[in-house]
């Protein structure tokens, strides 16, 4: 039996797992306090970005665009983000962070935006907004190299390093989460408060499950401070939860600052939330308390109620994020399901030197592709030309067509999700998480025997 890690063979990309790095950025900005981000590009990078980002949350952001048109492309467009600053700080008084994130087009044609920071903090900023709190931060996430994961990753990383600053030890953990969702935050703030664990979370979305008020006051965003930021420089600890959506910053505060970094695993099912337990108690010196043990035992008995009835011997494919991805396919391992085949979306050269991925090729005892740079044409050409059999896909939206043309189910997870309602409310973090996504799987199943008129043996029922 074979675990094969392989480049995608094709040089052209038919529908993509994943979007670009600027969107990467902008999700990152927007978990932010007092913060809108500043797109220096087409007015396109933001609007499709917003439009993702309302159809999965379904709420609507703030994000700036520097609006740049032909002229622009051809004689630089410097002068579009001094005076996009200008407007937005105009035109919202309470506003502290503005990081100005490139885009393919203005890397392109090279406009100096670390420059035009520089300037803007000389002159607008000491001119006319002298006394004001004002942080431009300039991000570099051109679109013709890496995903919107490393731009995540890269603007984490800026975050970072631009307000850390070391003073007194505060006492708390640093949880950088990735690309979560509301309710992954929820779920793993409730595990830190079982134990008392002051954590400083990176970034705090669970306001972006906003509530409609009668005076239409709230506003989707998120709820990371200027002060939790500059406080990561002294924490007890920085807790990674993904190799590649923070990991570059939980590195460089313990480079820089000797805050002791843990990267991963991603806490997806018993085994890696029982690793990411133990982390924290390793570095906060706080008990696991009975309370979680509790809630283990409640996941364990809701998986092995589904486990070897329902799921064994099912196989698999799996698409999305790269930590993602694989922490779905060691669950899906513990749940006895066969993935055979995993689909990580962009060009990273560290994927196959990756831990993890090394133990999966150690561990997996059946016919396993690992496709980086991968596209959802690599998916449906198994399935379609190659003679892949499987029962059941796991990923975002996008790769719904895949699911119905092929009459493959398919659970729902990632990002983005909207053909679905309320997912991001529901975490696939933790215990809870084990839960929530276990019986979705078999859910997705049971409905699919009904729709096809199988008989119930084929779900092992008797």
């Not at 990267?263 to 939330?273: A, D, E, V």
């Not at 990756?354 to 396993?368: C, F, G, Q, S």
Request: proline share 5%.
């Amino acid at each position: 039996m074979v675990c094969e890690v392989k480049m995608k063979e094709r040089n052209g990309i038919i529908n993509p797992i994943f979007t670009c790095q600027p969107c990467g950025a902008q999700y990152a900005s927007i978990g932010i306090k007092d913060c809108i981000g500043i797109v220096h590009g087409g007015q396109g990078c933001v609007m499709f970005v917003r439009m993702l980002f309302a159809q999965h949350f379904k709420e609507s952001f703030e994000i700036a665009s520097s609006s740049l048109h032909e002229d622009g492309a051809v004689f630089g467009a410097c002068h579009r983000v001094e005076e996009a600053v200008d407007v937005l700080l105009m035109r919202y008084p309470h506003v502290k962070v503005v990081p100005i994130i490139s885009t393919c087009s203005t890397e392109v044609i090279g406009d100096d935006i670390d420059g035009v920071v520089r300037k803007l903090n000389q002159d607008l900023l000491k001119e006319k907004y002298a006394g004001r709190e004002v942080h431009l931060i300039p991000i570099h996430s051109p679109s013709f190299v890496g995903s919107m994961v490393s731009g995540y990753d890269v603007a984490v990383n800026e975050l970072v390093t631009y307000f850390a600053k070391k003073g007194e030890p505060n006492g708390k953990l640093n949880l950088i989460t990735g690309w979560a969702n509301p309710g992954d935050v929820k779920a793993l703030k409730h595990l830190l408060a079982e134990m008392e664990v002051d954590a400083t979370v990176l970034f705090e979305i669970e306001a972006f499950d906003s509530p409609l008020l009668p005076d239409r006051s709230v506003v989707s965003h998120g709820d990371t401070t200027v002060e939790d930021l500059v406080g990561t420089a002294n924490a007890v600890g920085t807790i990674a939860l993904n190799r590649y959506e923070g990991g570059k910053a939980a590195k460089y505060l313990e480079g820089k600052f000797g805050v002791p970094a843990v990267i991963g695993p991603t806490p997806i099912g018993i085994r890696n939330t029982d690793a990411f337990l133990q982390k924290v108690k390793r570095l906060t010196g706080k008990p696991i308390p009975k309370s979680l043990v509790h809630e283990r035992g409640i996941a364990l008995d809701a998986l092995a109620d589904l486990t070897h009835m329902f799921f064994a011997d099912k196989k698999v494919a799996i698409y999305g994020n790269a930590d993602l991805v694989i922490g779905l396919a060691e669950f899906c391992l513990d749940l006895e399901m066969k993935p055979m085949l995993l689909l990580l979306g962009d060009d990273n050269p560290n994927y196959v030197d990756d831990p993890r991925i090394k133990a999966l090729k150690e561990k997996v005892t059946h016919d396993m592709e690992i496709v980086t740079n991968a596209d959802l044409w690599e998916l449906e050409d198994r399935i379609r030309n190659k003679g892949l059999e499987l029962d059941l896909i796991l990923g975002h939206s996008k790769g719904r067509f895949t699911s119905i043309d092929c009459k493959v189910p398919m659970f729902r997870v990632g990002f983005p999700v909207y053909d679905r309602a309320g997912y991001y409310r529901h975490p696939v973090v933790g215990y809870e998480g084990a839960i929530w996504l276990a019986e979705g799987m078999a859910n997705t199943l049971f409905t699919d025997m009904e729709y096809k008129k199988n008989k119930e043996w084929l779900l092992n029922v008797w």
